[in-house]
């Protein structure tokens, strides 16, 4: 396994990362949650990432009970906050109040005693940047967190929370999680490069594409037991299955099998490429996909390869 910084800070967190969207708590009862997670750390594994929202909260729970009597200092835990999480008017959002109450609420879930990573999981255009700036700083300076980050912030949002974050002597965003991959790669053209030279990395989600770029569901058929088969699932991949998707698929099927390595692998080397990139989180249902992503980590691609590769995501040569 290969370590990345988190940004610009000191932290290191494993280049492949295990997420729990749709997993953990839901889909994937707790004793394959276990067997993820155990596998997960076996193959170098250290950065994990969840969110208050994933199934109600049940998704913490279950990882905190999957590493249960793991060295606490040996992982990196993240989690998020924004969504509703009751019907009050002040249960979701980036207030100071939910903010706080969210991040309390969340370390009694995870069963810890601060978090390494706490993400806003979206913008919100209804509280001063500034006012969450200092409620994460506060959480910082208590010790309830180590870092923040965003999720999903465009270029210009980023810019003003690090902006804020200035002006008060405040501690940045180390992170932005967003989705990349290569059907999804919109964060080239903005949001790379200016969170790179604000010292904010990305940790990036889907980087297979909802399992898309397996190979899982060549010629658009739907297997059972996938993601796509599911009632949660299936408004979510489905409308993704279109020709150009599944032309590219197929084409990157063929070449990982003359590389010697899986569709997965090869997709997951080609967001690795990225020096922006600190991780990429992937989602496992059986601890042999966590095993097949880590060694992802240790692939460099030739120069031909990347150049293939971006050839067919913008549709060339399909």
Sequence with gaps: MNYRRLGASGCRVSA????????????????????CVRAALD???????TADIYHAGDAERALARALAGVRRESVVLATKVFWPVAPGPNDRGLSRKHVVEGCHAALERLGTD?????????????TPVDETVRAMEDLIRQGKILYWGTSLWSASQITWACAEADRRNAYRPVSNQPEYNLLEWSIEREVMPTAHALGVGQIVYCPLALGILTGKYRGGEVPAGSRAATDAGAPIVKP??????????????????????????LALAWVLRRPEVA????????????????????????????????????????
């Design 240 to 265: 993704r299955l279109n020709e150009h998707n599944l032309r590219l698929t197929e084409r990157l099927v063929e070449l990982a099998g003359d590389l010697g390595l899986t569709a997965a692998q």
């Design 43 to 49: 193959h170098g594994v250290n950065f994990f990432d």
């Design 114 to 126: 601060y978090l390494d990573l706490l993400q806003c999981h979206r913008f919100d255009d209804t």
């Design 16 to 35: 492949v990362s295990l997420g729990s969207w749709l997993t953990f708590g839901e889909s994937v009862d707790q004793t394959t949650t276990d067997a």
């Design 279 to 318: 991780s990429a989180i992937t989602g496992a249902t059986r601890p042999e996909q966590v095993v097949e992503n880590a060694k992802a980590a240790d692939v460099t691609l030739a120069p031909e390869v990347v150049e293939q590769l971006e050839a067919w995501k913008r549709g060339e040569g399909l």
